[in-house]
């Protein structure tokens, strides 16, 4: 986690929301076609909604 003073926590939380979920689109876009190898695509977008459902929530 990033440390610094005075640093805002619902916008280091906004932060991590976003890094976890902006990994999805592209591989279910590739699920949408014939993508050869479609299973390790399945696995990075199920596993980035699961970490962003244990991230703590912000006092917003």
């Given amino acids: 986690m990033l440390r610094a003073p005075a640093l805002d ?3 280091v939380c ?3 929301l ?3 979920l902006s990994p999805v689109a592209g591989p279910l876009r590739l699920l949408d076609g ?3 190898h479609p ?3 399945r696995a ?3 596993h980035n909604p699961r970490q962003t459902l ?3 929530r912000s006092g917003a």
């Fill in 44 to 46: 990075i977008a199920e």
């Fill in 39 to 41: 299973e390790p695509l």
């Fill in 9 to 11: 926590e619902d916008r």
């Fill in 34 to 36: 014939d993508f050869p």
């Fill in 18 to 20: 976003a890094t976890h």
């Fill in 54 to 56: 244990s991230l703590p």
């Fill in 14 to 16: 906004r932060y991590r």
